[in-house]
């Protein structure tokens, strides 16, 4: 497929045509539709490698490829970031304990589109502090997901997200951020999940990003571990986050990344 068609803005965010628009569904549905079938698996005793690993076999069967496999020297298929990892977490040999809650995210490429989800599971019973952090940051990246239309600004997303956050007393992690996406895996611009109402690039129809908060019941500063990767909260807190890959329509937005099943949400079954 020609990949120069369209045109970028003075902020470098590449605008896409009507027709790409389906291409993004088709990747995004396949990374929801994997969040989707994992889901069952997240139960007590389970590895979060054994998890990746069945993640992997999943993308590969739909003859999609991985793209976090060699990005930047990641060697995995998903992220899973337990309790009080922020995002990044690397799947291994750790089991998953009842009472635990974990973010998975996922990015797969169908025919050259990126599709880029990441949602909470619960493993066992869920506490009411976990529940009210995983609702929260769940509603915030709606919020941020209602901002989305031509001539609001990235900065009106940011805030709206931030102003929800902080009103149940949580906060918005600074140190990552959402980005844009399409033939690509991270362009600009940068989307960050706080700000001020009209401030930041313009969104024009035709703009594809992530928007991805990552909301801690305790301090917003995150540290990274030793192994290059795992961000955790530095005061220990639980950190939750949700990620849906969006493109600006005409008038609104367009989710590339809804779940098939309808499962997005832990307590939705
Ligand atoms: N999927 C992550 C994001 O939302 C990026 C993961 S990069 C990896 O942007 F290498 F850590 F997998
Ligand atoms: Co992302
Ligand atoms: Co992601």
């Given at each position: 497929?020609?990949?120069?068609?369209?045109?970028?803005?003075?902020?470098?965010?590449?605008?896409?045509?009507?027709?790409?628009?389906?291409?993004?569904h088709k990747?995004?549905?396949?990374?929801?539709?994997?969040?989707?079938?994992?889901?069952?698996?997240?139960?007590?005793?389970?590895?979060?490698?054994?998890?990746?690993?069945a993640i992997e076999a999943m993308v590969d069967d739909a003859g999609a490829v991985s793209a976090t496999i060699g990005y930047k020297g990641y060697k995995h298929a998903s992220c899973i970031s337990l309790n009080h990892v922020v995002c990044h977490g690397i799947p291994g040999e750790k089991k998953i304990k009842d009472g635990d809650i974990l973010n998975i995210d996922v990015t797969v490429i169908v025919d050259g589109w990126y599709g880029d989800t990441s949602r909470m599971y619960?493993?066992?019973?869920?506490?009411?502090?976990?529940?009210?952090?995983?609702?929260?940051?769940?509603d915030a990246l709606f919020e941020g997901i209602k901002a989305v239309k031509p001539g609001n600004t990235f900065g009106d997303i940011g805030h709206a997200i931030q102003k929800y956050v902080e009103s149940h007393r949580m906060s918005v992690v600074r140190d990552f951020c959402g980005h844009g996406l399409g033939r690509v895996f991270h362009a600009p611009p940068n989307v960050l999940h706080y700000g001020r109402p009209g401030t930041g690039?313009?969104?024009?129809?035709?703009?594809?990003?992530?928007?991805?908060?990552?909301?801690?019941?305790?301090?917003?500063?995150?540290?990274?571990?030793?192994?290059?990767?795992?961000?955790?909260?530095?005061?220990?807190?639980?950190?939750?986050?949700?990620e849906h890959s969006v493109g600006v329509t005409a008038d609104g937005v367009?989710?590339?990344?809804?779940s098939p099943a309808g499962k997005y949400h832990p307590t939705w079954g």
């Open positions: 497929m020609d990949d120069t068609r369209g045109r970028t803005t003075r902020d470098g965010i590449r605008i896409y045509e009507p027709g790409d628009y389906a291409g993004m990747a995004g549905a396949l990374a929801a539709d994997i969040l989707d079938r994992v889901a069952p698996m997240v139960q007590p005793g389970v590895t979060t490698g054994e998890l990746d690993a619960v493993a066992g019973k869920l506490s009411r502090k976990a529940e009210r952090l995983i609702q929260v940051t769940h690039p313009m969104l024009e129809e035709g703009m594809f990003f992530t928007i991805e908060p990552m909301v801690n019941l305790g301090r917003p500063e995150t540290k990274v571990l030793s192994d290059d990767w795992t961000a955790v909260t530095r005061d220990k807190s639980l950190s939750a986050q949700f367009d989710i590339f990344t809804l």
